[in-house]
């Protein structure tokens, strides 16, 4: 079983930043690979970046790229989302999950087991 929290949401304006923290349990983490997904009022969740369990291994959605960075300390049991010139349409609950295997389909919320409670990003323009 692993636990997720999530830190870092709240409220900005638009331009500005924000950066999200997922902390995980496991002693496995460095072999997880790691999801942001985000699901907005009415809308279905939806893929934001992901990482396998090596650092290099990244992947962002269209709509983030250049934007958002996700990054990893493994020392740390700890993911982060860097999310730069923000937008309303970023306002989203966000989620930070896990795939213990480490290298199924990063986009897709199948491929992660466990998923953190969630923390609330609003973007006002």
């Known amino acids: 079983q692993v636990q997720l929290v999530e830190s870092g949401g709240g409220l900005v304006q638009a331009g500005g930043s924000l950066r999200l923290s997922c902390a995980a349990s496991?002693?496995?983490?460095?072999?997880?690979?790691m999801g942001w997904f985000r699901q907005a009022p009415g809308k279905e969740r939806e893929f934001v970046a992901a990482?396998?369990?090596?650092?290099?291994?990244?992947y962002y959605a269209d709509s983030v790229k250049g934007r958002f960075t996700i990054s990893r300390d493994n020392a740390k049991n700890t993911v982060y989302l860097q999310m730069n010139s923000l937008k309303p349409e970023d306002t989203a609950v966000y989620y930070c999950?896990?795939?213990?295997?480490?290298?199924?389909?990063?986009?897709?919320?199948?491929?992660?087991?466990?998923w953190g409670q969630g923390t609330q990003v609003t973007v006002s323009s």
């Open positions: 496991g002693r496995t983490f460095s072999r997880y690979g």
């Open positions: 999950a896990v795939d213990p295997v480490g290298w199924r389909t990063a986009w897709a919320t199948s491929s992660y087991d466990y």
């Open positions: 990482t396998r369990w090596s650092a290099g291994d990244t």
